[in-house]
């Protein structure tokens, strides 16, 4: 027996999932050893991080009680293509195949499984552009003067006096005492 588990979400209480179940019900026709449970958000926005019933699917896909997932469209399952992908690499990860009704993408299958690397391979490199990004920002930013990253909790007196203390002698540890910081923090401004 194969623990199939279906999913199937509607964004409003005037729309129902019931195309979604005839469609997924009829592929599970096809596969007499398939046990099948339906998870259901009805009245639920994709756009939402938090879905009760894909929260109890992603939980059983974890806990290794699911062993294929099965939904109408990519659109009803995951709120973005990284929530898409993030998912599929958990299931991948877990043994769990994945089917998509509509689009035709079965990760059982050779086809599927290029489908998946390909959608894998693109969301890569769009993160990889993003990373990009961000460092030449954060390098235009440098350029104009600004600073990045957190701001030093360590005030322009207090170097002065650690420089001070350091330079009559003054153990690490009775600095960092003395002016209220770790030992670490001590340490990483001295050797810097």
Same mark, same amino acid.
């Given at each position: $027996? ?5 999913? $199937?979400?509607?964004? *409003? ?8 179940? &005839? ?20 009245? @639920? ?7 009760? #019933? ?11 009680? !699911? ?22 690499? +958990?299931?991948?990860? $877990? &043994?769990?195949?994945? !089917?998509?009704?509509?689009?035709? +993408?079965? *990760? ?5 499984? $290029?489908?998946? *690397? %390909? @959608? ?10 993003? %990373?990009?990004? %961000? ?26 006096? +650690? ?6 002698? %003054?153990?690490?540890? #009775? !600095? ?9 923090? !001590? &340490?990483?401004?001295? *050797?810097?």
């Amino acid at each position: $027996m194969k623990r199939v588990a279906l999913y $199937m979400r509607c964004s *409003t209480d005037q729309q129902s999932v019931e195309l979604q179940r &005839n469609d997924l019900r009829t592929l599970c026709e096809r596969h007499p050893d398939w046990h099948v449970t339906e998870y259901v958000d009805e009245g @639920v926005s994709g756009t939402k991080n938090r879905r009760p #019933a894909l929260d109890r699917l992603m939980a059983d896909v974890q806990k290794g009680k !699911i062993q294929l997932v099965a939904v109408w469209k990519f659109d009803r399952f995951a709120r973005s293509v990284s929530h898409l992908l993030q998912s599929l690499e +958990i299931f991948q990860s $877990m &043994n769990v195949d994945f !089917i998509s009704y509509s689009e035709a +993408i079965d *990760t059982r299958t050779p086809i599927g499984r $290029m489908c998946f *690397t %390909v @959608v894998g391979a693109v969301a890569e490199l769009e993160r990889s552009l993003i %990373v990009d990004r %961000v460092r030449s920002g954060q390098q235009a930013a440098k350029r104009r003067g600004k600073h990045i990253g957190r701001q030093s909790l360590v005030t322009d007196q207090q170097k002065a006096t +650690i420089a001070s203390l350091r330079s009559s002698g %003054v153990s690490l540890r #009775a !600095i960092a005492a003395q002016v209220g910081l770790s030992h670490q923090t !001590i &340490n990483r401004l001295v *050797t810097a």
